[in-house]
């Protein structure tokens, strides 16, 4: 699930996870049903709130004893599941939960989600706040977990990750815009894709936005990232419009479009409907 803050993904995730009930409409997990089922599906899903939410003023191995106690199992029992990750945070087995870093407080959240190894794992923008090295290290070991059957679902704002999954929604404003996969998210992008920049990047983006027949203009980087309402742009014509306006140094460069432009487009295309 890919959307900006406020776009709805926390609020679908209490609801998948039992602990909203949804206004209208039905959710399934498997052969269960939210409302009807939600003591089984309880039972079956390890849950990662987007805040940390393990008791702080507990050890390390105290809160995971504790999770496994609540599920009926305990750490021997379910070690070779989350080895790979708790061994990671097993020198610190007896530091408060609350004196850990972000990653290590991450990594221990996800230990005591899967102590019980549900069938399915429900992750609520695991990586808001994390070091860059820390994300890597957490995206690798969701792809271990994958292989071991468990079916993962992850919101996340970073656009960046939406590559590392099978399928991916794109949400804003509680809509889903699309499902599919990252491969075919991207080839819905149907409009030439441009990178601009020159020596007044502020006059620029205004300058862009004025132009007859822009769509989007929006910061990437160094690069101004612009589409217009025309399938195929002609480069020449826009140049010649900002060297008019005094522009220099102007580059204009065709881009490959990501997931971040993909959801900008749909965006763009769902004000003008």
């Known amino acids: 699930m890919i959307g900006p803050d406020g776009a709805g993904k926390t609020t679908l995730f209490r609801i998948i996870t039992t602990l909203l009930l949804a206004d209208k409409g039905e959710v399934k997990i498997g052969d269960y049903d939210v409302v009807k089922d939600y003591k089984k599906i309880r039972n079956n899903i390890g849950y990662m709130a987007g805040k940390f939410s393990l008791y702080q003023d507990l050890t390390v191995e105290e809160n995971l004893r504790f999770y496994a106690t609540i599920f009926g199992t305990t750490i021997n029992e379910n070690y070779d599941l989350i080895k790979d990750i708790y061994k990671q945070i097993e020198p610190f087995n007896k530091r408060p939960a609350g ?54 679902v992850v919101s996340t704002p970073y656009m960046d990750e939406a590559s590392l999954c099978d399928r991916v929604a794109l949400i804003q404003q509680g809509k889903i815009m699309s499902i599919e996969t990252p491969e075919n998210i991207i080839k819905q992008f149907k409009t030439d894709l441009l990178g601009i920049k020159s020596n007044n990047m502020y006059q620029l983006s205004i300058d862009l936005k004025n132009y007859p027949n822009c769509k989007s203009v929006y910061p990437f980087g160094q690069y101004l990232h612009y589409t217009d309402n025309r399938l195929s742009i002609k480069e020449n014509e826009l140049n010649e419009y900002l060297s008019n306006l005094n522009h220099n140094d102007i580059e204009i460069n065709k881009l490959q479009p990501n997931i971040e432009d993909c959801f900008i487009e749909l965006m763009s295309n769902k004000e003008l409907n």
């Open 99 to 152: 004196k850990l870093s972000g990653g290590m407080k991450q990594k221990l959240a996800l230990s005591c989600a899967l102590i019980h190894k549900p069938d399915y794992l429900i992750l609520d923008e695991p990586t808001t706040g994390v070091d860059a090295v820390s994300r890597k290290e957490f995206w690798e070991m969701l792809k271990n977990l994958k292989a071991k059957g468990i079916t993962i």
